[in-house]
T-cell receptor, first 110, second 114 residues
Framework: DAKTTQPTSMDCAEGRAANLPCNHSTISGNEYVYWYRQIHSQGPQYIIHGLKNNETNEMASLIITEDRKSSTLILPHATLRDTAVYYCIVRVTGANNLFFGTGTRLTVIP | NAGVTQTPKFRVLKTGQSMTLLCAQDMNHEYMYWYRQDPGMGLRLIHYSVGEGTTAKGEVPDGYNVSRLKKQNFLLGLESAAPSQTSVYFC?????????????FGPGTRLLVL
């Protein structure tokens, strides 16, 4: 799996959009970008994933650059409950595990 | 639909003791996984299973054994616990679908080995 680089921590004001960047410059053509988050003391939770097109679901949007070397997870209206560690993961479909790394600790401020 | 459940939630062991962690899923998933998470770290894969009766080693398998006798259950065993195995253990499951291999995680088991 390709290595990812994320900022260690970020703050976001409640109600504003949270934009979490991820660099994956060595990504291969068949590797997907996945985002999970882990709220304190809980198991990780799937957010969204994509290959090369931008994706949106009820939780977030995923913007992948045209060269696929980086992506951004967007939480459109952050709430206090979005405070968590966010993991950007790149994996090949069919790979047997997720490499989580250390992620970005997002703190939503009232 | 309970999703993925783990038993127990918390356990304290003495060095050398043994125990079994139970993971159960009611989503009819083929794949199941055991991860450990140490403080300030991401998750690391211990063992996984791609179906009933099959298991395979992950990134950090030493000191652990697993069994998948039933599709819905995945057991993680520690035969002789060591302080280095103090961690939070997460179980996960996923379908066999090749394009949507979202993993669903349990709430975790916190293990302290003295």
């Amino acid at each position: 799996d390709a290595k990812t680089t994320q900022p260690t921590s970020m703050d976001c004001a409640e109600g504003r959009a949270a934009n979490l960047p991820c660099n994956h410059s060595t990504i291969s053509g068949n590797e997907y970008v996945y985002w999970y988050r882990q709220i304190h003391s809980q198991g990780p939770q799937y957010i969204i994933h994509g290959l090369k097109n931008n994706e949106t679901n009820e939780m977030a949007s995923l913007i992948i650059t045209e060269d696929r070397k980086s992506s951004t997870l967007i939480l459109p209206h952050a709430t206090l409950r979005d405070t968590a560690v966010y993991y950007c993961i790149v994996r090949v479909t069919g790979a047997n595990n997720l490499f989580f790394g250390t992620g970005t600790r997002l703190t939503v401020i009232p | 639909n309970a999703g993925v459940t783990q038993t127990p939630k918390f356990r304290v062991l003495k060095t050398g003791q043994s125990m079994t962690l139970l993971c159960a899923q009611d989503m009819n998933h083929e794949y199941m996984y055991w991860y450990r998470q140490d403080p300030g770290m991401g998750l690391r894969l211990i063992h996984y299973s791609v179906g009933e009766g099959t298991t395979a080693k992950g990134e950090v398998p030493d000191g652990y054994n697993v069994s998948r006798l039933k599709k819905q259950n995945f057991l993680l065993g520690l035969e002789s616990a060591a302080p280095s195995q103090t961690s939070v253990y997460f179980c996960a499951s996923s379908t066999h679908h090749t394009l949507q291999e979202t993993q669903y995680f349990g709430p975790g088991t916190r293990l302290l080995v003295l």
